[in-house]
């Protein structure tokens, strides 16, 4: 193939086929970075909150008559939602997962203020907390109906067992994870509470957090003002369940509301909307650059055949078959996408060393590179392949019909 | 070597048909040095066109070198053109972007020789027309005349058996298109077979045969050298 007089020709007409270099070279460092971020974006969403999500809602009931009893109500309204048939459990919960807002509490291994305090998402249930949250209890063992008490707004004082997730136990006790059951970890720089059990996965409510998979449950029900509760239905009975739970809770009770009520799915779809907003910008934008990209090299190769058809008709009268024209602005075009691939692989590795470092992301994986510039000289070869073809089919006897 | 007969060459857009060529007929022997003159109009160009399977033809036949060549396909002309044909155009059609041993090379790589052979083509034609010195200069750095020495050197490369010239010396100056026609004459003394067209008189008295076209037929023939004197025209 005439790789050399194709080259020296393009030398003398480098201007075009520098900037269509230099915009293979951008798009593909685009393409791939953001391609990078959508990927860990991806990862982040499809991180299991450890939660039954599909059959899972919860609500607040919030009362505000004088003779409101909270404590005796929320034992009654307990009782009555896991009665209720298409109801797996429920619970009384400070906070839900994937919602944005909770509690966090340092534990530490070593009582005392200097101690490095290990940031934890808090969860207050009583008993039937597991099993309504859906996860799976890996070591020791439950709460028990007596370990849990009640707790005023007021209250700063911590009961003395906990449950921890596993990431929470690896975090503490690096070494042997499964060992900090039956050991004391501090609260509040001294409270001791003796860790009962460890749990599979349970995200803390913030998904953005770095320590996302970090929880602790305590074994306490809540004297607030407004109890949120969670309730767990068998499959399929969820959105049946959430009007009928709603109006049981309103009707048994004239003197509070019921409110805030939503299904976990909705939770997630929310916690995520930025994170897909973003992520789907970032693919148009790349597709939108990829055609303009695209167009570009159309636009060249239209130009260069506009401009050489005389020189096509000569090399025709000389012997050169359609596939040889054809071939000869395949080559060139193939020259220019490698020259901008080959710079975009620099400026890519470049460009992702900068985003690892300002915005912590985990640095690249390197095939994304080689991926790249397979689809660079694909998207080149379909750009150019029109243009290529017209060429092939500008006749011989231009030659000496053209003046 | 080169026979047509009756070959008709029709022209049509939406609204006109343009008969270019009508019912050609004529023969050129091997070693002829041919010289066409007309009107402009008169289908000069289009019967080098068909002659060089440039372009098809509406009816007739066309025998080259002893092979019925009608009904080629555009891969088998394009073989043909490359191994057979040698052009030289009035406006010397070099490649701009090229410089002047890599115009030559442009048949020579589509023929498919080795790296050593085109080298030596190259060198050896570009001795013949008196530009080995030129190798590295681009087209538009040489003369008119100069340029137009590159294309006969970029024909002759392949050794064609045919050299066709539409109007060589059309965008000459009198003086290099003297130059021009006797490098033609040299080459034709050394075997190859020429098809020139032209407008100037007395280059055409040069050549060994006249033929005068006028609305896409042969008016007259004449062999220069049949008449003794290659001064008078035949016309
Ligand atoms: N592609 C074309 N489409 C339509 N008509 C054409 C085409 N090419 C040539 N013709 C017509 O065919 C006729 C013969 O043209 P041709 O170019 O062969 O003449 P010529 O003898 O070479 O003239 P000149 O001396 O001006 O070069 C002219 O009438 C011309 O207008
Ligand atoms: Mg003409």
């Known amino acids: ?403 | 070597m080169l026979s047509m007969q009756q070959i008709a060459k029709v022209y049509r857009t939406d609204t006109v048909e343009t008969h270019a060529l009508r019912e050609l007929t004529l023969t050129v022997d091997e070693g002829d040095f041919v010289a066409v003159t007309g009107p402009s109009g008169s289908g000069k160009t289009t019967f080098l066109n068909i002659a060089g399977l440039l372009e098809t033809f509406s009816s007739g036949t066309y025998m080259l070198d002893g092979r019925d060549v009608s009904n080629l396909n555009d891969s088998a002309r394009s073989k043909l053109r490359n191994e057979k044909i040698g052009f030289i155009f009035q406006s010397f059609n070099l490649i701009p972007d090229l410089n002047i041993f890599d115009n030559v090379d442009v048949p020579l790589r589509y023929r498919g020789f080795k790296s050593a052979e085109r080298k030596a083509r190259i060198e050896k034609y570009l001795d013949v027309v008196g530009l080995s010195g030129r190798m590295k200069h681009l087209p538009s750095q040489l003369s008119g005349g100069q340029q137009q020495r590159v294309a006969i050197a970029r024909a002759l490369a392949g050794e064609p058996r045919f050299l066709l010239a539409d109007e060589p010396t059309g965008n000459l100056d009198s003086a290099m298109a003297r130059s021009v026609m006797g490098l033609l004459k040299e080459i034709n003394e050394e075997g190859t077979t020429i098809v020139m067209v032209t407008h100037d008189p007395t280059l055409a008295n040069e050549a060994k045969t006249n033929i005068h076209l006028k609305d896409g037929v042969v008016s007259e023939t004449a062999s220069i050298s049949q008449l003794g004197n290659g001064k008078q025209n035949a016309a």
């Open chain 1, 1 to 403: 193939m005439e790789f050399g007089p194709i080259l020296r020709a393009m030398t003398r007409n480098k201007t075009g086929a520098i900037l269509i270099a230099l915009q293979i070279a951008f798009t593909m460092t685009i393409m791939i970075n953001a391609i990078h971020i959508i990927e860990e974006r991806n990862d982040a969403m499809a991180r299991p909150s450890g939660l039954d999500e599909a059959n899972l809602f919860y609500l607040t009931s919030t009362g505000f008559a004088d003779d409101f009893n909270e404590q005796q109500q929320i034992e009654e309204d307990l009782r009555q939602i896991r009665a209720l048939s298409g109801v797996v459990n429920a619970v009384q919960i400070n906070a839900i997962p994937l919602s944005g807002g909770g509690w966090s509490m340092g534990l530490s291994t070593e009582p005392g203020a200097d101690a490095d305090g290990t940031g934890v998402a808090v969860y207050f249930v009583d008993e039937h907390g597991i099993d309504t949250f859906g996860v799976e209890q890996v070591a020791g063992e439950n709460f028990d109906i007596t370990d849990v008490g009640w707790r005023e707004r007021t209250d700063t004082e911590w009961p003395d067992k906990t449950i921890l997730t596993v990431a929470m136990a690896t975090e503490m006790f690096p070494d042997d994870p499964m060992s900090a059951v039956g050991k004391t970890v501090y609260i509040n720089d001294t409270e001791p509470m003796t860790v009962i059990g460890l749990i599979k996965t349970l995200q803390a409510p913030w998904n953005g957090w770095s320590g996302v998979e970090r929880s602790m449950l305590v074994p306490q029900k809540m004297l607030f003002g407004s109890a949120r509760y969670l309730i767990r239905t068998e499959p399929g009975a969820r959105d049946t369940l959430m009007p009928q739970v709603e109006e049981m809770l309103a009707a048994s009770n004239r003197g509070r509301i019921i409110r805030s009520m939503r299904s976990l799915e909705e939770t997630r779809e929310r916690s995520y909307r930025g994170d897909r907003s973003m992520t789907l910008m970032l693919k148009i934008v790349v597709g939108i650059l990829t055609a303009v990209t695209a167009l570009g090299i159309v636009g060249l190769a239209s130009f260069a055949v506009n401009r050489r058809t005389r020189q096509i008709g000569t090399r025709r009268a000389l012997g050169a078959s359609k596939g040889d024209i054809m071939r000869y602005f395949l080559v060139e075009n193939f020259m220019i996408t490698t020259m901008g691939v080959v710079l975009g692989a620099i400026m890519t590795v470049i460009f992702n060393i900068m985003l690892v470092d300002s915005l912590s992301l985990p640095p690249l994986n390197v095939w994304y590179i080689p991926a790249a510039v397979l689809v660079m000289w694909a998207v080149g070869f379909l750009a150019v392949s029109g243009p290529a073809r017209r060429a092939s089919n500008v006749p011989p006897a231009v030659a000496t019909r053209t003046a």
